[in-house]
Nanobody, 124 residues
């Protein structure tokens, strides 16, 4: 089991950058595929991106490709989401999640453990 806590959200203007962090408890962080999801008011939770267990492979939603970067530091049990060139449509609660599924996993149902979320608000 792993517990996840996100941090780093806030309110910024369009074009700004933010870096989210997700700190995991336990000694098994490196055994999980990690993902970032987001949920805007009135919308379903959507996939943002994911990184494999050793950080060698990433995959992103088209809406964030080229602007967002996922990385991880297994020694620190921490996952990151660097968000650049933020847009108002990026406004959402951002969640990190852990999956035991190998390969590209974009479905919410593939992720077993979730953090509580951190709010990101981008004003125009």
């Amino acid at each position: 089991q792993v517990q996840l806590v996100e941090s780093g959200g806030g309110m910024v203007q369009a074009g700004a950058s933010l870096r989210l962090s997700c700190t995991a408890s336990g000694r098994t962080f490196g055994s999980y595929t990690m993902g970032w999801f987001r949920q805007a008011p009135g919308k379903e939770r959507e996939f943002v991106g994911r990184i494999n267990r050793i950080g060698a492979s990433t995959y992103y939603a088209d809406s964030v490709k080229g602007r967002f970067t996922i990385s991880r530091d297994n020694a620190k049990n921490t996952l990151y989401l660097q968000m650049n060139m933020l847009k108002p449509e990026d406004t959402a609660v951002y969640y990190c999640a852990a999956s035991q599924t190998l390969g590209v996993t974009t479905e919410v149902s593939s992720y077993k453990y979730w953090g509580q979320g951190t709010q990101v608000t981008v004003s125009s």
